[in-house]
C-alpha cells in the first residue's frame, strides 16, 4: 500500500503518538518526515529550523526511531497535526479487536528544512554531557529569547534573534549549539541525572540519550 506503515504494536503507537504530540507543542504548524527502511521507521521533526537554505539560522532534529511489523520503503513528508489525527484510530481498532496497525499516511509535501539531512554514517563518539546542564541551558536559552524579543518584533527580525540565540554553542568549550539543549529538553528526551552521549560526523553534532536523538550543525559561535 502507497504510504502505508504497519506498526510493530500498540505500545508503538502510543509511543509515536506522545514523540508527536510533543513536537507539535514546539511547532504547532510542524511537518514530521517519516523515512522506513526496512522494517526500522526513522522518524523526524525540526523544531528550530531555518526558514529557507540561504538563511544562516540554525536548524536542529528530533530522531526517534521504532519498529515496524513489516518491511516499507518510504520517504514521506507530512503535517504532524495529520498523522496525530489518525494514530487515534489505530488505537481505537486495537480496542475492539483489530490486530493490524496500519498507519495511513496523507500526500507527502515539502518542508523547509528537509534538504539539510546529516550523515547516517560515520559518528564518532567524543563525549557526553549531563541533563542538568542540557536542561538548565534550554532554560536559560528560553529565558533569553523572551528578554531579547518585545511584543511589537515580529517577523524576519525576531527568527533573526532567536536564530543567534539558539546557534550559539552552550559554552567556551562545547561545539553544542544551544537549540540542542532546547529541543532534547521540549522533546522529552532527557531523564533526571543522565549523561548523554555526543558524537559528530562531517560538521554534525548528535545528542543520543535513551529516548531519541538530537541532530545539529556543529555551534561556530559564542
Given at each position: 500500500?502507497k504510504n ?6 500498540k505500545e ?20 514530521v ?8 521507521l ?14 544562516t539560522?540554525p536548524t536542529?532534529?528530533?530522531l526517534?526511531?521504532?519498529e515496524?511489523?513489516?518491511?516499507a ?5 507530512v503535517?504532524i497535526a ?9 488505537l481505537?481498532?486495537d480496542t475492539?479487536?483489530k490486530t493490524?496497525?496500519?498507519l495511513?499516511l ?11 539531512s ?5 559518528w564518532v ?5 549531563s541533563e542538568?546542564k ?7 536559552g528560553?529565558a533569553?529569547v523572551?528578554d531579547s524579543?518585545?511584543?511589537s518584533?515580529g517577523g524576519?527580525?525576531a ?5 543567534e540565540?539558539?546557534?550559539?554553542a552552550m559554552d ?11 529541543v532534547?529538553?521540549g522533546?522529552?528526551?532527557l531523564?533526571?541525572?543522565e549523561?548523554?552521549g555526543l558524537?559528530?560526523a ?6 543520543s540519550?535513551?529516548h531519541?536523538h ?9
Amino acid at each position: 500500500m502507497k504510504n502505508a506503515l504497519e506498526l510493530a504494536d500498540k505500545e508503538t503507537v502510543v509511543d509515536l503518538q506522545s514523540f508527536l504530540q510533543r513536537a507539535r507543542r514546539l511547532d504547532p504548524e510542524g511537518m514530521v518526515r517519516l523515512r522506513a527502511f526496512g522494517t526500522v521507521l526513522a522518524t523526524y521533526v525540526a523544531p528550530i529550523f531555518s526558514g529557507n537554505l540561504m538563511d544562516t539560522g540554525p536548524t536542529v532534529l528530533g530522531l526517534r526511531t521504532c519498529e515496524l511489523a513489516q518491511p516499507a520503503e518510504i520517504d514521506a513528508i507530512v503535517p504532524i497535526a495529520a498523522v496525530l489525527d489518525r494514530l487515534p484510530l489505530l488505537l481505537l481498532a486495537d480496542t475492539f479487536g483489530k490486530t493490524s496497525l496500519v498507519l495511513e499516511l496523507p500526500e507527502s509535501s515539502r518542508a523547509p528544512w528537509a534538504g539539510i539531512s546529516p550523515p547516517r554514517t560515520g559518528w564518532v563518539e567524543f563525549g557526553e554531557v549531563s541533563e542538568q546542564k542540557l536542561t538548565q541551558t534550554a532554560r536559560d536559552g528560553i529565558a533569553l529569547v523572551a528578554d531579547s524579543l518585545p511584543e511589537s518584533v515580529g517577523g524576519p527580525i525576531a527568527a533573526r534573534i532567536r536564530g543567534e540565540i539558539w546557534g550559539r554553542a552552550m559554552d567556551l568549550d562545547s561545539t553544542i549549539p544551544t537549540g540542542a539543549a532546547f529541543v532534547a529538553a521540549g522533546l522529552g528526551f532527557l531523564t533526571e541525572n543522565e549523561q548523554v552521549g555526543l558524537y559528530r560526523a562531517d560538521g554534525w553534532i548528535r545528542l543520543s540519550s535513551q529516548h531519541g536523538h538530537v541532530l545539529a550543525k556543529a555551534a561556530t559561535h559564542r
